[in-house]
């Protein structure tokens, strides 16, 4: 997309990105140097959203960190749920009822593909195009619609418990759940009538912001972006949680590892998603959706580390016990804050115009980067 040559230039200017800028998706600052039209070089300054959740969690029960953990990536807070609970377990030694391993897989792919829509609405917001946006929160307002009936919350939801879930699905969820999926994909074949083969959305994205599979591996790259760039990874079945094993599902990869190629493969994970729903309605058993527990909740001495596969990468939680009622220490892990930082090795060379599709198909949010 580079029309300019750095050598029509004389001078060197900085442009201050942010970080209250609509395309940055967020608190986030980049300083851009310029030449002209081509940025020569990218700075991104992280740390406005730092809340210190990791902290906090040292000072509260393990019941009471789950809700802080919404905070720590709003978008799929399911996620951040589950990957608490699973390190705790693991820790505790808690067996989660097979009703609540389906329960929890039901709601985390719900959850990905709401993660999805939105991304895909931004997206093609930040490319001009308004009419996809619309299609993808319609979608996404059903989803919230029975986190809502499920959780009583549409947006962090404090749903996923030590030992399963807080509440068993109402009586309305299947019916609603399955005349969801069965629609999706038809709903996903609209969204690429519009963008896939647009000729203006071609333009803005294929062979810009190209993220090698050396530059994926290099910066620890993980989840679509990873899978974008050919690398098939997916911690869903190369290192199984849960109950994923019991589900058939593909994995798409890209072969560029352009913009394109990231909306493609998130599109076709919505597809994949959905039918990994659609497989666990079909298999949800009937039985208990918590283990039992003390009611002070004390895990012995020791640690675990779980990592899981999120919308945006991979997310891990490090538990450190001390065998009270409070972790001694938490640490998380977010593939946004990777994928923030290969930023600088992507950016030279392009134009301002491409950095905003290029950061929009990393698809980073900012609370999972400061934490």
Request: some cysteine; charged content about 25%; proline content about 5%.
């Amino acid at each position: 997309m580079n029309e300019a040559t750095p050598t029509q230039y004389s001078e060197e200017f900085e442009v201050n990105m942010g970080p209250q800028h609509p395309s940055t998706h967020g608190v986030l600052r980049l300083m851009l140097r310029m030449n002209g039209e081509n940025i020569v070089h990218a700075t991104p300054y992280i740390g406005y959203l730092h809340r210190a959740i990791e902290k906090i969690c040292e000072n509260r029960t393990y019941a009471q960190c789950i809700p802080l953990l919404d905070r720590f990536e709003y978008v799929t807070a399911m996620a951040a749920e589950e990957v608490f609970c699973l390190a705790t377990e693991r820790v505790a030694g808690v067996e989660v009822p097979e009703r609540a391993e389906y329960l929890r897989v039901i709601m985390l792919e719900f959850n990905r593909i709401a993660s999805h829509l939105i991304f895909l609405g931004t997206f093609s917001l930040d490319l001009g195009a308004i009419t996809p946006f619309l299609y993808c929160l319609r979608e996404r307002e059903q989803i919230m619609d029975l986190f809502e009936m499920t959780a009583g919350q549409r947006l962090t939801y404090n749903y996923i418990r030590v030992g399963g879930v807080n509440a068993d699905i109402p009586e309305d969820f299947l019916p609603l759940a399955r005349k969801f999926v069965d629609t999706f994909q038809h709903r996903v074949d609209d969204y690429e009538a519009i963008l896939t083969e647009n000729p203006i959305f071609l333009a803005r994205t294929k062979n810009v912001g190209i993220v090698s599979e050396d530059i994926a591996v290099k910066y620890a790259a993980s989840g679509p972006v990873l899978r974008a760039s050919g690398i098939k990874w997916d911690l869903r079945r190369d290192d199984p949680y849960s109950i994923y094993d019991r589900f058939k599902f593909e994995i798409p990869t890209g072969t560029v590892g352009d913009t394109w190629d990231r909306y493609m493969v998130r599109v076709k994970e919505l597809r994949q998603s959905n039918e990994i729903v659609r497989q666990a309605l079909d298999q949800l058993p009937q039985g208990e959706i918590k283990a039992k527990l003390k009611g002070v909740f004390k895990p012995p001495v020791g640690e675990a580390y779980a990592r899981i596969e999120n919308a945006r990468g991979e997310m891990g939680c490090h538990i450190v016990s001390d065998g009270s009622a409070k972790p001694y220490r938490v640490k998380l892990r977010g593939g946004s804050f990777n994928h923030t930082q290969m930023i600088p090795a992507i950016a030279p060379g392009m134009m301002i115009a491409d950095l905003v599709a290029t950061f929009a198909s990393l698809d980073v949010i900012l609370p999972e980067v400061d934490r």
